[in-house]
Every structure is written in structure tokens, then in C-alpha cells.
């Protein structure tokens, strides 16, 4: 019932625009994540309309220049990256935006500073990766990419 309200209010908006307005602020970036990830898990429409005001693009776009610098900003972007990639749609928009490389990134950043960072890693990785639709081969393809780059 209070998600129902929330998102009746604007929530979703909200809090993409403040993402979007605030680039720079690792506060408002994690904690933007954190309400993203309580409004959106376990509630199709809630992601759908996340997704759609474009709270993929806002997040892994902070995973990539924040997440590694930044432990709380990795463990509540990638939270909702887990939460998001759920859907199809959701895999699909987060692997075109970077997101599977920004995880990834932030998991070799900080290894022994929060286990949270790599359980929620695992989750989302789990999710963007391993379905059988077009969206996760596609997205195996980009994490093959990111292995094949490591050796280097």
C-alpha cells in the first residue's frame, strides 16, 4: 500500500530527476539507488515505470564514474541493478547502458571492503546473464568482453 502511494505521488520521477540533477553527490546517487530498489522490488509495473523515466541509464551511468571510487554508492547501485534486471526489459536496457561492466568494475574495486557489494554483484550478474532470452546472451557476450580484456 505505501509503494502504491508513493508512486501515485511521483515518487519514481522523483528521485530520477534528483538523481539526474546531482551527478556528483555520492549521497544523493546512493540513497536515490536505495528508493529505486524499495519501490521497484518485486512489483513489475514499479520497475517498468523506473526503467521508463530512465533510472537504468541513471544508474549504471553512477555505477561507472562513482562506483568504483565509492563503497555505499556500489553496494545501492548495484542493489537496484539486481532488483531492475529482474524483467527483460530491465536486463536488456541495463546491458545496453553499461551496467554489466560497471558491476563488474565495482566488485574488483571493493573486494574486501563490503561483502554486500559482492552478494549483490552475484545477484545482479545472475540476473542480466543468466536467462535464456536474447537480452542475457547478449549481455554473457559483454561480460566474455570484459574476461577476455582482463587477460591483457
Known sequence: QGR?????????????????????????????????????????????????????????????????????VAEYCIAAVATLSYAPNGRARLGRVGAVEGVVAAMAAHQRVKPEIQVYG???????????????RENQKRLVGIKAAARV
Open 4 to 72: 502504491e502511494e508513493l508512486v501515485r505521488l511521483g515518487a519514481i520521477e522523483a528521485v530520477t530527476k534528483a538523481m539526474g540533477a546531482h551527478l556528483s553527490s555520492p549521497k544523493v546517487q546512493a540513497m536515490g539507488c536505495v528508493a529505486i530498489q524499495g519501490i521497484a522490488d518485486g512489483h513489475a509495473n514499479h520497475t517498468k515505470k523506473a526503467l521508463a523515466m530512465g533510472a537504468a541509464d541513471v544508474i549504471a551511468w553512477v555505477l561507472a564514474r562513482i562506483g568504483t571510487l565509492d563503497a555505499e
Open 122 to 136: 552475484c545477484a545482479s550478474l545472475v540476473r542480466m546473464c543468466l536467462h535464456d532470452d536474447d537480452n542475457a
